[in-house]
């Protein structure tokens, strides 16, 4: 008991201490003392200043009980993958993510209802925040750099908020992961409101930083959303939106970032993507809302226009550029003029010559 209490002592409130270990009062079973220590521990949250905190405090897991998540347990399909050479290794890994997918489908319903909520709070000024440590805060931050490229939004539209900050990014810093009050702080600092909305991200569904966050979010009546790979997790019960592709053991034993990491990326494709189409800023299949900042965009450009349009690639050239490098605005200037009669369809001219 003693080396279990040593070692988790910053974790356990004061209060604890003084009344269960500290007093060290003799136990007719010394067994049953240590479990009371253990389950003690597993039920809440580590902290980084208990001075003045009230007693009790919210129940955000440390780890404890991580053991128990689908996401740590060994996968018997990949146990003796160490030995097998590199193309039957490889195939382990492949056949594994086959199941990402087929995980993420089954969220579907729960992620129309994502996209539905944050595509309404976009069209009253809101934004999406993404939450997380870790893996899970890289892949929010991720998604939400892209957006501004790919569907020309204000780079605050979308936001990624990762545990650790910048530094995160390079690198593990996880340590930050286990005070919700961090997680807090983080939102206050994007000045999130009530009309924005909060995706957490937690492979576990456990992360003190994220769960303090997401109920910080609840707590100003905003729209949360969780994405967690374990069944019944806390986030998923705090967030009022819960998207859970249950993925299973990963091919190395608690390594989330693998099968939890790459469905975690395809929700978020699909959230972002869903959304932005919604508020029409792809038309058929195209990206016409792209900023042609280099010459691999730039190209890119001129072939949605042409392939919205008909025109030749040259023509499309000068149609970008006549409207000050805005794939959008060409594409409409071209349909007014075509509405109008003044131009035509090269396809339509193809189609009645032959």
Known sequence: MKVLVEQYAPMLPRILLQ??????????????????????VAQIGAIADLDGLPFPHPTYNNGMD???LSTEQANPASAHIDKLPTDEMLRVINAEDHRVAEAVAAEIPQITLAVDATVEAFRRGGRLFYIGAG?????????ASECPPTFNVPPGIVQGIIAGGEAALSR??????????IGVRDLEARSFTAGDVLCGIAASGRTPYVLGAVEEANRLG???IAISCTRDSALARMAKIAITPLTGPEVIAGSTRLKAGTATKLVLNMLTTGAFIRMGYVRGNLMVNVQPKNSKLLDRSKRIIAEATGASYEDAARMLADAGNNVRRAIDIWEERRRKGHVRDRREKDSQNK
């Open 19 to 40: 009344l269960r270990v500290e007093n060290d009062k003799p136990l007719a079973n010394p067994g049953s003392g240590m479990r009371f220590v253990a389950r003690a």
């Open 66 to 68: 991580l053991a128990a």
């Open 135 to 143: 893996t899970s805060g890289r892949l929010g931050v991720l998604d």
């Open 172 to 181: 593990a810093t996880e340590t930050t992961e286990d005070d919700p009050a």
């Open 222 to 224: 905003a729209v949360t």
